[in-house]
């Protein structure tokens, strides 16, 4: 593997949490980490309950789950872009990497637009939140890897 991949950056992301590396030719080093944990909703919020004759039914409001789930989806990544580009700013990388769980690699696409429009982003799918340095290596040598 030539030099011309180190160092690099390597952005493990998954719902609630972002993990920042710097990958060099022999070693592994934590820049960073984030965690914007999920609002939490009384067990009240977000119930409803209808009655008919007779009957009391109730149920969640999934829909706004969903959207509540979105929504913090949305700031999470986008806060880790946010942070991405300040990290980008202090070191010189020459790759970057980003994992993230698939039904969040849209939402990345676009904040990654928006923000780090000319920089070359490799994302690879997955929650590797618990990976450990041999695992990341490994994601990040996938990542450089012509497919």
Do not use: W
């Not at 030099?3 to 390597?10: A, D, E, V």
């Not at 039914?57 to 789930?69: S, Y």
């Amino acid at each position: 593997m030539s030099s011309q991949h180190y160092p690099s950056l390597l952005t493990v992301i998954n719902g609630d949490k972002a993990l920042f590396y710097q990958i060099n030719e022999t070693s592994v080093d934590s820049l960073d980490s984030m965690n914007e944990p999920k609002d939490t909703y009384s067990d009240k919020e977000g119930f409803f309950s209808s009655s008919a004759p007779g009957h009391t039914m109730g149920g969640g409001a999934p829909d706004i789950m969903n959207e509540q789930e979105h929504e913090h989806s949305k700031k999470h990544i986008r806060n880790t872009v946010n942070r991405m580009k300040d990290i980008c700013r202090s070191h010189s990388f020459q790759h970057i990497t980003v994992t993230i769980p698939t039904q969040l690699k849209q939402i990345i696409q676009s904040e990654l637009s928006h923000i780090l429009s000319n920089e070359d982003v490799h994302i690879v799918d997955g929650n590797f939140g618990h990976a450990h340095e041999e695992q990341l290596r490994e994601l990040f040598l996938k990542s450089i890897r012509p497919q």
